[in-house]
Nanobody, 129 residues
Framework: QVQLVESGGGLVQAGGSLRLSCAAS?????????????MGWFRQAPGKEREFVAG????????LYADSVKGRFTISRDNAKNTVYLQMNSLKPEDTAVYYC?????????????????WGQGTQVTVSS
């Protein structure tokens, strides 16, 4: 499994921006490296299920977004730094949640949490109205 550590969460007013980072380390037994993993961001609000936010494939950098964040959030990756980012603009109170970074080996971006086998510990994002 890949070890993932998120950072960049915090408290922001509605309409503001935050950038989350997720640093990856480690290799699987077979020697797979970060640049062969598809990365995803999920979030979980109190009392709700964990939901897909955005994903980026290692292959051609293809991306996928939840409808609720499309046009406001941007996912990107820097393979040289083993890091994936989530730029969040025009934040709304309903974006408040713990945000998790996830990794899966392969090119396909999964929308379900069961598609991913490595998870970070999460970072809190709170948007005040």
């Amino acid at each position: 499994q890949v070890q993932l550590v998120e950072s960049g969460g915090g408290l922001v007013q509605a309409g503001g921006s935050l950038r989350l980072s997720c640093a990856a380390s480690g290799r699987t037994v077979s020697g797979r490296t970060f640049n062969t993993y598809t990365m995803g961001w999920f979030r979980q609000a109190p009392g709700k299920e964990r939901e897909f936010v955005a994903g980026i494939s290692w292959k051609n950098g293809g991306t996928l977004y939840a409808d609720s964040v499309k046009g406001r959030f941007t996912i990107s990756r820097d393979n040289a730094k083993n890091t994936v980012y989530l730029q969040m603009n025009s934040l709304k109170p309903e974006d408040t949640a713990v945000y998790y970074c996830a990794a899966r080996w392969g090119a396909v971006i999964g929308r379900d949490r069961s598609d991913y086998d490595s998870w970070g510990q999460g970072t809190q994002v709170t948007v005040s109205s």
